[in-house]
């Protein structure tokens, strides 16, 4: 497993951009990055099961099976990634799943001065570096021009 980090500067209180993250259609603007059609099921306080979605070529649900680890309103969102989704079947059990299952996405919201510093630690599994190294930086990038808006 291989740990991860992205930041971003964005001219946006923190609130704002707490708000793009976790509400359904900004998330789904910046989300599209990875994969067309992203979507989330669930919550983000503590504690709530979230589901991240899309359907794959066959119209079937793909995803990630998480937790809400922690959350602190418009400061700190950490996700523990559980499992896979393959067909809208959820597996937690698997060699693929447990692979790489739990892994921690966390989001840290820092204001100065009506600017907020976004970071994104991720831990993954090796074979996906190059993939996140080129996707989290056009989605953060996403994430500024929705949250400056």
Do not use: C
């Not at 099961?49 to 998480?66: H, P, V, W, Y």
């Not at 700190?76 to 059990?93: A, P, Q, Y």
């Not at 599994?125 to 990038?141: C, I, R, V």
Request: glycine share 6%; charged share 30%; net charge negative.
């Amino acid at each position: 497993m291989k740990k991860l980090r992205f930041e971003i500067s964005i001219n946006a209180p923190r609130k704002k951009v707490w708000e793009a993250v976790v509400n359904d259609q900004p998330y789904r603007e910046w989300t599209s990055v990875f994969f067309p059609g992203s979507y989330f099921d669930g919550g983000w306080n503590k504690g709530d099961k979230i589901r991240f979605l899309a359907k794959n070529s066959e119209g079937q649900l793909d995803g990630m099976s998480s937790e809400i680890a922690e959350s602190r309103l418009h400061e700190f969102i950490s996700i523990r990634h559980l499992g896979v989704i393959k067909n809208g079947v959820e597996d937690t059990t698997s060699d693929e799943a447990v692979k790489w299952a739990p892994a921690y996405e966390n989001y840290t919201l820092s204001e100065s001065g009506g600017t907020t510093s976004f970071v994104v630690d991720i831990d993954i599994d090796d074979s996906y570096q190059d993939m996140f190294n080129e996707m989290w930086p056009k989605a953060l990038k996403k994430l500024k021009e929705i949250s400056e808006s």
